[in-house]
């Protein structure tokens, strides 16, 4: 093995020679005549000519090698359901599913929505729509109606695969509702709603458009679907993330340049064999489940589990033990659920043997140090801090420990990952920084292989927003300051935008502000990010009322508060709710009218705003410290 440098090296100067290697990693039914195709920067087309197909290499083709090993394991603390699932079980299953689909008419290019719990199902409709060459987009479950009625209109599926109800924490969340919403709401309407009836939910909704999945699946038991062979570039799944702006951006992903791109990873990040077993703690919801739970350990052949629960019940616990029944050896979650479980009682980690287990990864969120060493300690294994985000699909930093064990640093989740020609550039020059020198952490052309292949039916958009922001650079930009230090390691030190990360979930305040707009109440709004010791993140909302003298009272104030967060609850679900709303007389804007969120954040953080030459009217900062001195108090 070449060191990590020699490796990052040939990676950046012949790409070609690089990902042609790496492609062996999966079955080609046609090979590709071209690695790359550069013509179009800033888009770049991976094995173009090759043909392929996600789930025959996720699934197929270990049916020769490994037809009796598990490829799933499902378990919930919600339901108490455990399953298993060889690959020649998972096979039937997605076949199943995949003629279910096809009897209504999904077909190549069409796309299917998925809005389902950890259930799966979800791992088979998923699969199955990769089999048919359909494009899934998955929503989170349980995502606000409003939220999944512009993922519909956007997407425009043939099909929506639901259940009746998701579980949390001991709490049903019933879903039909919300879709039954959804479609009330949606411009495009669908012509087909599957329903996984899992019994759940108390209330479900009986609509008469809902098709339920049973009988369909004891129809087509024992059916075979052939996988469609689909152009490397053709699109394999569209999953909607936040930006700066309400409106959600459909990350497009691709079929060929993703499969190899995970595979590669697996090998040279996560270090997972076949046979192995990995636990990746997230929802098939977020990027980190597709690739992570389904994608990259069903491609390298190893067995995944999938959880529903959370990670402190019935006790702080119940991962731990599931690593030592499982005998897990690659376990995947985010900071958050560590920090949670460092609140536990640390005797519960050493009640079970974990022995099997080789590394822990870590990724969404940054990752402080004291968390860092607390896990680091208990388990007295690796920790692998991992640096990436919904467009990218896979890491940008990290330590690769499949190529070099490079000795992290607590703070930094470690150095560009191969594939990557990841620089920090200044925000107002566009030069490059000096070791030490804050700056933009951007992407040279063209991306590696798996990442975002455009802005799904908006191209424009994909230029516009990623490669138009730094300048005199046509790079690709993260949206994430950082700073990189004499060794190559990268610090990173929060968005260059208006997103925030609560808990490990991402989140445009802009979309917290537009929820709270549409309360008849609300004049004007500024949310911002601060930071939280459990959540890393947490939202505060600043509103001006329309009619201050209506709600004079602190009971009235009391009343909209709750109020309002209700609103942020229904349109966009509790993850973005603000852990404050406070109502000001006036907000802190420049002259032009620019909202000053950064001076907010800094006062809500308890550090001083720094000099605000452009300010429009200084009392509009004091009024904001009032009300967080309120908030104090
Ligand atoms: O700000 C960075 C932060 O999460 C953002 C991406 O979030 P998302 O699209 O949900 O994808 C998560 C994939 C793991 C990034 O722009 N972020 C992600 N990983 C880290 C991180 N911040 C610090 N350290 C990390 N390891």
Not at 211 to 231: G, K, M, N, T
Not at 351 to 373: C, I, V
Not at 445 to 460: E, I, K, N, R, S
Request: overall charge negative.
């Amino acid at each position: 093995m070449p060191s990590y440098r020699d490796f990052h090296r040939r990676s950046i100067e012949d790409p070609e020679a690089f990902w042609r290697e790496e492609a062996k990693r999966i079955h080609w039914e046609t090979p590709f005549d071209t690695v790359l195709d550069r013509s179009n920067p800033p888009f770049a087309r991976w094995f173009v000519g090759g043909r392929t197909n996600l789930c025959h290499n996720a699934v197929d083709r270990h049916l020769a090698d490994r037809p009796q090993q598990n490829a799933l394991i499902y378990v919930s603390t919600e339901t108490g359901i455990e399953r298993r699932y060889t690959y020649t079980e998972l096979h039937a299953e997605i076949n199943r599913m995949a003629a279910v689909m096809r009897s209504l008419g999904v077909k190549r290019g069409d796309r299917v929505l998925i809005y389902l719990p950890m259930i799966p199902e979800a791992v088979f409709a998923m699969l199955a729509c990769a089999r048919l060459g359909a494009i899934h987009s998955v929503v989170f479950g349980g995502f606000a109606a409003p939220n999944l009625a512009a993922r519909i209109d956007d997407a425009q599926p043939v099909l929506i695969v639901t259940a009746d109800a998701g579980a949390r924490g001991g709490k049903v969340i019933d879903y039909t509702p919300l879709v039954d919403e959804a479609l009330a709401r949606a411009t495009h309407k669908p012509p087909h709603v599957l329903l996984i009836d899992r019994q759940l939910a108390p209330e479900r909704l009986n609509a008469s458009y809902l098709i339920d999945y049973e009988p369909l699946r004891e129809q087509f038991f024992d059916a075979h679907v052939p996988c469609e062979w689909l152009e490397s570039n053709e699109p394999s799944y569209v999953l909607y993330t936040s930006g700066t702006t309400g409106r959600p951006k459909g990350v497009q992903r691709d079929v060929g340049g993703y499969a190899v791109a995970l595979a590669a990873s697996m090998k040279y990040i996560f270090e997972g064999r076949p046979g192995d077993t990995m636990f990746t703690a997230s929802d098939i919801g977020w990027v980190v489940g597709h690739s992570y739970i389904i994608y990259a350990p069903l491609l390298a052949g190893l067995t995944t589990v999938m959880y529903e629960g959370t990670p402190v019940r019935p006790d702080g616990g119940v991962w731990w033990r599931l690593v030592e029944h499982h005998r897990i050896n690659l376990m995947f979650t985010a900071p958050t659920a560590i920090r949670v479980l460092k609140k536990q009682d640390p005797a519960l980690l050493k009640q079970s043997d974990l022995s099997s287990l080789r590394t822990l990864f870590l990724a969404g969120e940054p990752l402080d140090e004291p968390t860092a060493s607390w896990i680091g300690d208990a388990l007295g294994k690796p920790i692998v801090d991992n640096y990436w985000q919904t467009e990218t699909g896979w890491p940008m930093l990290a330590i690769q420990r499949g190529v070099e064990v490079l000795p992290p640093k607590l703070g930094s989740p470690g150095v560009p990952v191969y594939g990557y020609d990841l620089t920090l550039l200044n925000e107002d020059t566009g030069e490059p920084c000096a070791p030490g020198e804050k700056g933009v952490i951007t992407l040279g052309y063209p991306l590696p292989p798996g990442c975002m292949a455009t802005v799904w039916h908006d191209d424009a958009r994909f230029i516009d927003t990623y490669w138009s922001s730094v300048p005199n650079q046509h790079v690709y930009s993260t949206f994430d300051w950082g700073v990189q230090d004499e060794d190559g390691y990268v610090t990173i030190l929060g968005r260059t935008d208006d997103v925030i990360n609560i808990a490990g979930h991402r989140l445009g305040t802009r979309e917290i502000e537009e929820a709270l707009s549409s309360h008849t109440a609300v004049a004007e709004v500024a949310v911002v990010g601060v930071a939280d010791a459990l959540k890393g993140q947490v939202a505060l909302a600043f509103v001006v009322l329309r009619d201050a003298g209506g709600y004079a009272t602190d009971e009235a104030r009391r009343t909209l508060e709750t109020d309002l967060v209700k609103t942020v609850d229904r349109q966009l679900g509790a993850i973005a709710r603000p852990a404050r709303v406070h109502v000001v007389a006036i907000l802190p804007k420049t002259r032009s009218g620019k909202l000053l969120r950064r001076a907010i954040a800094a006062l809500a953080e308890g550090r001083e705003p720094g000099d605000l030459p452009t300010i429009e009217d200084p009392a509009a900062l004091q009024q904001v410290r009032e009300a967080l001195d309120t908030q104090r108090s």
